[in-house]
């Protein structure tokens, strides 16, 4: 049984709001031009100072293609599973693994096959990347270093660094992906016979 009350759900709506906003990218006028809230509401929704409500929630949730159960912290009753909602973005899909808003997000990323290896196009963000490759090789770009990834090989790096996932030969690439705002990192236990063969992956 969950032990929150109906005034501590409520309460954790708006940090719930603004973390799902900002992990998507997008800023208040433009949640507002989409939504055809106003600003100023949904500034107060996500501080607090105005309750949730259903015809304020309708609206974000499909802005943010979640269930309303999701925007509101609601437990699942009596199903475990993890439903799963692929995102295409910049070419590759994104498997989310996990489904709460701020913290580390797991994700599954799928670099779909090329005629021919892209050219890198780096870009920056706030934030720590942990990952892992499953299948395929991944050629990953960070500041200086140009390293190609086999199956089973990981790397951690900050995003605020210039930095690039493609596929090192034109197939497919699986990955998982841990992601953490700055300052959150991923702490994985190696085995200490591959502990110099990690490092230089870093």
């Known amino acids: 049984m969950d032990p929150r009350t109906d005034e501590d759900v409520l309460d954790a709506v708006g940090p719930r709001l603004r973390a799902l906003r900002r992990d998507r990218g997008i800023t208040l006028a433009d949640l507002a031009a989409t939504t055809g809230v106003s600003e100023s509401t949904l500034s107060r929704l996500e501080s607090g100072q105005r309750r949730a409500s259903l015809e304020l929630l309708l609206p974000l949730a499909r802005i943010y293609d979640v269930p309303l159960d999701d925007l509101v912290g609601a437990p699942r009753s009596g199903d475990p599973r993890v439903h799963l909602k692929p995102i295409r973005r910049f070419g590759m899909t994104f498997v989310p693994l996990s489904r ?35 299948s395929g090789r991944l050629r990953l770009v960070t500041g200086e ?58």
């Open 145 to 202: 270093r140009d390293l190609t990834l086999p199956p089973g090989e990981a790397a951690e790096f900050d995003t605020s660094l210039p930095h690039w996932l493609g596929s090192a030969d034109g197939g497919v690439v699986e990955l998982l992906i841990l992601f953490g705002l700055q300052g959150v990192r991923a702490h994985v236990r190696t085995d200490p016979h591959r502990s110099s063969r990690a490092g230089s992956r870093r």
């Open 100 to 134: 709460r808003p701020g913290g580390v997000h797991a994700f599954k990323m799928i670099i779909p096959a090329q005629p021919a290896p892209l050219e890198p196009t780096p870009q920056t963000h706030e934030g720590f990347e942990w990952l892992y490759v499953l």
